[in-house]
């Protein structure tokens, strides 16, 4: 039999290449699909929950209006039944969700099996947040939203069996922050500060793509508004140069305080929080009746995100000047009590609070402007991430004309925060997080 003929060497080669370059653009194509599927997905799931947040926050208010003492017993009682619910059940889905995907994207193809991002955390993460609220919790739903974010994301992905890497983690949060804000810039400067170790080109592609189809979802079906109204008054600078110091120092230790509370309890570093680790329940029922107790002094003031309130002192409203002991003191006690919830909107209510308590000494000033530099040093003061804090600011309130008095107030907070808790306070959390075993999950 005659030899069969070979073809040319070079031949060979070139459909080689061909054959990669066409395995290539499948992946790239899958890897499209994947990022966009779940951009709308998480977009759609961001704007239900904000919905049903919004309602389940108004349940504590409807309860206390028939019986005024009734938080007095459904906090507690409630926080120690999403405690327990949580420990046995949903472990990865307590506190604020936004540690859990720093830890997460660290290890990402084996975290991607794992229950810090699984999908039955993302949904117990809905439904324990939304029972939070409802009983008078002083929580966020943005934390959640960015864990519930990058587990869609991550599911997609899966499905279309495409490889899981740190960027799906950080496109998924950084687009869940911009849906919960309707803050697109603030969604890429949070992922950059906050979810990103190495920021990669391939990554601010996926995350900006994410961010916008996120935005353009929200857009199209809660239309073009601004979060906390709009403030348009600005600051001369003279008084930039007096208020931005005194704001920023203050702000910025106490929200440090605030985070070294949370990560002493976090890493056991002290007798009281060995003993509250080791009765989780009680100690959560415990920080129940505080949130219960100050809920009812302050009229309600300190249920649920503080929306209402920050809104309210944004647009140049004077509020009592107990609104900020007592919104901090909420919050606080919420966080460590351990039920899942978010610390960024609080966070943003008790800088306002911290801002309407010092209008009064800078009286020639505009209140809006020095409650909105009060939102950014306890914020930054709390989480380390000034870029993202001024631009969440900026986008949230329409707020152009204090863009520079903001950046000076954040930096000076950042300085002043690190003095009290050098560390992080996500990055803190998510170490802890990561060094515990977690049990598998279907």
């Known amino acids: 039999m005659p030899a069969k003929p070979t073809r040319p060497r070079w031949l060979r080669l070139w459909q080689l290449r061909l054959n990669r370059r066409a395995k290539t653009e499948v992946v790239d194509i899958h890897r499209r699909v994947a990022m966009i599927s779940g951009a709308v997905l998480l977009g759609l799931v961001a704007l239900a929950f904000a919905a049903a947040g919004d309602r389940a926050q108004r349940l504590i208010f409807m309860a ?20 327990w619910t949580a420990n046995r059940y949903f472990p990865a889905s307590r506190g604020s969700g936004i540690p859990q995907i720093i830890a997460a994207s660290r290890r990402p193809e084996q975290e991607a099996k794992g229950p810090l991002v699984s999908l039955r955390t993302a949904f117990a993460k809905l439904g324990l947040t939304l029972a939070t609220l409802a009983v008078g919790g002083s929580v966020g739903r943005e934390g959640p939203t960015v864990q519930v974010s990058a587990a869609i994301m991550v599911a997609v992905h899966r499905l279309l069996r495409v490889r899981i890497t740190a960027g799906v983690f950080i496109a998924g949060g950084a687009a869940g922050v911009a849906a919960a804000f309707n803050t697109p810039l603030g969604g890429i400067a949070f992922a950059i500060e906050e979810l990103a170790a190495a920021y990669e080109q391939r990554v601010a592609v996926l995350t900006m793509g994410a961010v916008m189809i996120s935005g353009l979802v929200s857009l199209s079906i809660a239309g073009d508004y601004i979060y906390f109204g709009v403030m348009r008054e600005t600051l001369p600078v003279s008084d930039v140069l007096l208020v931005a110091p005194v704001v920023g120092l203050g702000g910025g230790l106490l929200g440090g305080l605030f985070s070294r509370i949370v990560l002493a309890a976090s ?26 107790i100050v809920g009812i002094a302050s009229g309600g003031a300190t249920w649920g995100t503080g929306y209402d309130i920050t809104k309210f002192l944004v647009e140049g409203h004077r ?3 107990w609104l900020f002991p007592a919104k901090f003191t909420a919050a606080l006690a919420s966080t460590l009590s351990g039920v899942p919830g978010g610390i960024f909107a609080p966070s943003l209510a008790v800088g306002a609070g911290f801002g309407n308590l010092l209008t009064p000494i800078f009286p020639g000033s505009s209140a809006g402007a020095v409650v909105m530099m009060g939102m950014v040093a306890y914020f ?13 600011l900026i986008e949230a309130t329409a707020a152009r004309g204090v863009i520079l008095p903001l950046f000076a107030t954040a930096l000076i907070a950042d300085w002043a925060s690190a003095q009290i808790c050098p560390t992080r306070l996500y990055h803190g959390l998510s170490r802890n997080m ?3 075993p977690r049990p598998s999950e279907s």
Do not use: H, N, Q, Y
Request: net charge positive; hydrophobic share 60%.
């Open 64 to 83: 206390t209006d028939r019986i005024w003492w009734i938080p007095l017993l459904i906090t507690p009682a409630g926080f120690a039944l999403i405690v």
């Open 319 to 321: 509020g009592e000047l």
């Open 434 to 436: 990561a060094s515990k």
């Open 267 to 292: 890493e056991r570093a002290s007798p009281w929080a060995r003993r509250a680790a080791s009765r989780p329940v009680l100690f959560a029922a415990g920080c129940g009746l505080v949130v219960a």
């Open 380 to 392: 930054v003061g709390v989480v380390r991430a000034p870029l993202t804090a001024v631009i969440i």
